[in-house]
């Protein structure tokens, strides 16, 4: 059992295209930040992310430790109709992992 | 003469085997290599614009600064808290192969990587950390012509913590 994981994923159709909003839930911790005792917090940042429609690959991100916490990605699908699943996927550096998936509203 | 000589076999083999796994540990060999497959990892790891597009593109001059369209910021170009600012990047051009988003005055510039497969419409929303007040770089290769553009950004609280 790891931490508690709120990946949040909304996928609305819109004049015809699909509008897909992420909200994943990590820390980012880009390795120069210090705790309340002045410690350093070791790196730990999501280093790969994918996206799927039906299966099909649509998209895959590389995020660097500039990426802010709490990553947030907006973009539209072309196309698409109610009921596509939408899916997510993501490692971090430390190969910790989390899944999202949401249905096309 | 016995006892020294077993007490010096324990110690240099200590020392041998303390100094191998100090290499190993620096060599990298302990990370999860199989994970890390995807990851540009010297281009995320470069400490300059320069450096990183060359390891993430294999080329740095850019060909057209314009049918690129950036926002950075919110209102744009100004930031109260550089640890989240919204950018947005806005694009016509056909065939999109990578998006990235650079911040020249980060300690490790590179902060997204994208790639679109020809389903993505833009435009595509983030956030991002900045630093201090920099120049933040959009690129975008279509069709392997690059285009480029920037913004600068003043920042009030930076956000590389």
């Known amino acids: 059992m790891g931490l508690v994981r709120k990946d949040r994923i909304r996928a609305k159709l819109k004049s015809g295209d699909t509008t897909v909003r992420i909200l994943l839930s990590h820390p980012m911790h880009t390795g120069r930040g210090q705790n309340d005792a002045g410690d350093l917090i070791p790196a730990q940042f999501i280093q790969d992310f994918r996206c799927w429609r039906n299966k099909e690959e649509v998209l895959t991100i590389e995020c660097g430790t500039a990426t802010a916490a709490n990553p947030y990605f907006s973009f539209q699908l072309l196309g698409g109709e109610r009921g596509d699943k939408i899916a997510i996927r993501w490692v971090d550096n430390l190969g910790a992992k989390g899944t999202a998936e949401t249905t096309v509203k | ?161």
């Open chain 2, 1 to 161: 003469m016995n006892t020294t000589n077993q007490h010096r076999r324990t110690l240099l083999k200590g020392a041998i085997s303390a100094s191998t796994m100090a290499l190993v540990a620096t060599s990298g060999l302990l990370l999860p290599q199989r994970l890390l497959a995807h990851w540009s990892t010297s281009a995320f790891n470069a400490e300059t614009v320069e450096d990183a597009l060359l390891a993430l593109l294999g080329q740095a001059e850019e060909a057209s600064t314009t049918g690129l369209n950036f926002k950075v910021g919110s209102p744009p170009s100004y930031a109260v808290n550089g640890a989240s600012v919204p950018i947005e990047i806005q694009s016509d051009l056909k065939n999109i192969e990578r998006i990235a988003v650079l911040v020249d005055k980060n300690p490790l510039p590179l902060a997204l990587s994208i790639a679109p497969s020809s389903a993505v419409k833009l435009p595509f929303k983030s956030m991002i950390k900045i630093a201090e007040d920099s120049e933040v770089i959009a690129i975008i290769r279509a069709d392997g012509q690059l285009y480029k553009t920037s913004r600068f950004v003043e920042v009030d609280i930076g956000g590389c913590a």
